[in-house]
């Protein structure tokens, strides 16, 4: 429905400004972005649904906790990170030790 009137109001603008066709192509990219938007969040919640209900595969599953994993490296604090990567690089030189002959 929306894309139908903004649609039209971009033909008028076609018509009306001389600019109008690049203003009624940034109406159009901005629904476009929009709607891409609004069904990522979609597949989220449907994603998170299954998870909750148990109703993913094997693979769904890890995939799933792969990406919460991921999306909460994102929010850890400046201390935190630096927990982890002293983790990390612990890891990395015990295993470079363990492979030394």
């Not at 890890?62 to 201390?79: A, F, G, H, I, S």
């Amino acid at each position: 429905m929306y894309f139908v009137i903004f649609l039209l109001i971009g033909l008028v603008l076609c018509y009306l400004i001389p600019f109008g066709p690049i203003l009624a192509g940034g109406i159009v990219f901005a629904l476009v972005i929009d709607h891409y938007r609004q069904t990522m969040h979609m597949r989220e919640d449907i994603r998170d649904i299954k998870n909750h209900l148990g109703l993913m595969n094997k693979g769904e599953a890890q995939e799933y906790e792969m990406d919460k994993e991921y999306t909460q490296v994102d929010r850890l604090d400046l201390e935190e990170m630096n927990m982890i990567n002293r983790r990390i690089e612990a890891e990395l030189e015990k295993e470079s030790k363990n492979n030394k002959p």
